[in-house]
């Protein structure tokens, strides 16, 4: 049985909800899944002022924890295209697994969130997955096994790189179901092979 962890940060919740379904799709095929989130860097006061969700139930992760797990999948909102300023202080506190290479072999994933269609969301997951790649992970996305991401019925995020969703500009648009199944079926993905590599 694989043991996967789901390492987010979250400003308004929705990168929260697919770190939860990712969790959840780990979980269905018999993984253990933890999900854990980076520290915010942001004063408290500034992030109240933003309306920041501070009320998330995920324990705070610490970089001994990435070498526990056969399988990390990492989530962020974007930021300009790239990850968020909080995941990348987090990972940049990873050099001694880097050197110690504690992490190569591993399973790796990612996946996002933007404000718009066109806001940055492959940029952005390139920008995690080139992380995992520096760290020796071997990397899985979310193929067109979720058809979902396809339709042309509504907007709707994902793409072969990894879960997506669409927030909008003031953070209105909650995760819709098709990105829930997503996030659940590249869970799922993701354990299915660290099981197969790591038994």
Partial sequence: MSRVL??????????ETLANAVAEGARATG?????KRVPETVPDDV???????????APIATIDDLERYDAIVVGTGTRFGRMSSQMAAFL???GGLWARGALNGKVGAAFTSTASQHG???????SIITNLLHF????????????????LDEIVGGSPYGATTIAASEGSRA??????????????LVAKVA????G
């Fill in 47 to 57: 992030a109240r002022q933003s309306h920041y969700k501070l009320d998330q139930a």
């Fill in 120 to 126: 940055g969301q492959e940029m952005t997951l390139f």
């Fill in 6 to 15: 789901v390492l987010y940060y979250s400003s308004y919740g929705h990168v």
């Fill in 195 to 198: 099981s197969k590599l790591f």
């Fill in 92 to 94: 940049d506190q990873a």
């Fill in 175 to 188: 995760v819709s179901a098709i990105e829930i199944e997503g996030a659940r079926h590249q869970g799922e």
């Fill in 136 to 151: 020796g992970m071997t990397i899985v996305g979310l193929p067109y096994s979720h058809k979902g991401q396809m339709t």
């Fill in 31 to 35: 993984a253990t899944a933890d999900v």
